[in-house]
């Protein structure tokens, strides 16, 4: 079983940044893919975006060049850095992990971007 525990939201005005943390146990997941997804009121949840257990990225369109998805293996931690916040970015942010194929889910952070 493998539990991810999200940090790091909050509110922030549009053009700021904030710095999300996903903790994992419960399991190594060092060569897992990871990721950030969320979810806006009304609207399906979406890929933020990904990252191999070899450091490769990728990223939706619409964060590209504004959020850098990490991770800390030694930490079994994945991180996203997001910069030059939009109010459209204002979403329920949940990290993900796929293990065979299974993905597990954590319980969310609220990133709010308002003025």
């Known amino acids: 079983q493998v539990q991810l525990v999200e940090s790091g939201g909050g509110l922030v005005q549009p053009g700021g940044s904030l710095r999300l943390s996903c903790v994992a146990a419960?399991?190594?997941?060092?060569?897992?893919?990871m990721g950030w997804y969320r979810q806006a009121p009304g609207k399906e949840r979406e890929l933020v975006a990904t990252i191999t257990g070899g450091g490769t990225t990728d990223y939706a369109d619409s964060t590209k060049g504004r959020f850098t998805i990490s991770r800390d293996n030694a930490k079994n931690t994945v991180y996203l850095q997001m910069n030059s916040l939009e109010s459209e970015d204002t979403a329920v942010y949940y990290c993900?992990?796929?293990?065979?194929?299974?993905?597990?889910w954590g319980q969310g952070t609220q990133v709010t971007v308002s003025s």
């Open positions: 993900s992990a796929r293990v065979t194929i299974i993905t597990y």
């Open positions: 419960g399991r190594n997941l060092n060569n897992n893919l």
